[in-house]
């Protein structure tokens, strides 16, 4: 997702979209539509900082940081306590140790396939042909998880489609999914010393069922 955010102390507007392929276009477009709900023009704007994958496509930032700092400093302003913050991103994986300051003191993540990402869920509710706002709660429903085997996205796909002609509930199938990115994300988080508090950030952290 592609996001712009209006600050002048606390938060004046705010914009989240999905990204495409045209990445600079996309940064003027959500930035002209924040600019638009903070009525305010680009002059009012005194710094612009780009962050993300795509961050070098912003043609009007005055500084590039990479998410993993921005992630660290965001986070300790807003829970002092936090020590580790695990994001689930569409794209990938962190999991982020950060001192008091806000520093970065270590990080892992897993980028190399979409099964090790946010992005999974997403697939697996196009499959069911749900909305991604509804899989946490509907998880939560299950009697008895499914067991997913495939760790690739494309396997898994196929898996849930066979395992819900077979009669299989689709509660179950998404607690099944839920587990098995949960124990992907606890593999790759334990690398890390985890240590409390923890903040869960990124789409991951609104599903209920994923975050149980």
Known sequence: ???????????????????????????????????????????????VVSTGYGRINVPFADKQFTEISCHAKGI???????KTIIDIGGQDIKAIKIDATGKTTDFVMNDKCAAGSGRFIEVIADTLGLPLDKVGDLSLQSKSPAKISNICTIWAQQEVAASLAQGIPVSDLLAGVHHSLADRICRMVNRLRVEDDVVVTGGGAKNKGLLK
């Open 1 to 47: 997702m592609t996001k712009a955010v209006i600050l002048n102390k606390g938060i004046v507007a705010s914009i989240i979209g999905p990204t495409g392929p045209e990445q600079r276009r996309l940064a003027n477009k959500v930035m002209e539509e924040a600019l638009s709900r903070a009525a305010l023009s680009f002059q009012a704007i005194t710094y």
């Open 76 to 82: 300790v302003s807003l829970f002092p306590h936090a």
